[in-house]
């Protein structure tokens, strides 16, 4: 789509799950739409979430790319990382995607 290309806004994903390789699919998947996935990583201890979490760092600047990863993804963006999560986004990401439990189906 070229409204992401023309926002390209930089897209951290981390895996919360013990299932290896959910955020590296996932980011293949995305980068194939034309998402700017400059991270990929497991989160420093698993917590297996249930849900995904999708968050906006960017503070809606964004728009398209955020209504773009909440409808691909089904989820409603928040604004600002959970507590405890154990990692630290690189400077200038704008979102972030943690991948929990409900990933699994859809990915492998």
């Not at 990692?87 to 929990?100: A, D, L, Q, Y």
Request: glycine share 8%.
């Amino acid at each position: 789509d070229g409204l992401l290309i023309k926002e390209n806004a930089p897209v951290a994903i981390y895996n919360a799950t013990s299932v290896v390789g959910l955020a590296t699919k996932e980011a293949d998947l995305l980068k194939s739409y034309g998402y700017n996935v400059t991270t990929v990583d497991s989160l420093p201890k698993a917590t297996d979430p249930a849900k995904s979490t999708l968050i906006d760092l960017g503070n809606s600047a964004d728009k398209y790319t955020r209504h773009y990863l909440e409808q691909r993804l089904g989820l409603t963006a928040r604004n600002s990382l959970p507590a405890g999560i154990g990692t630290t986004p690189p400077s200038g990401t704008k979102f972030v995607i943690i991948i929990g439990k409900d990933a699994q189906n859809s990915l492998q």
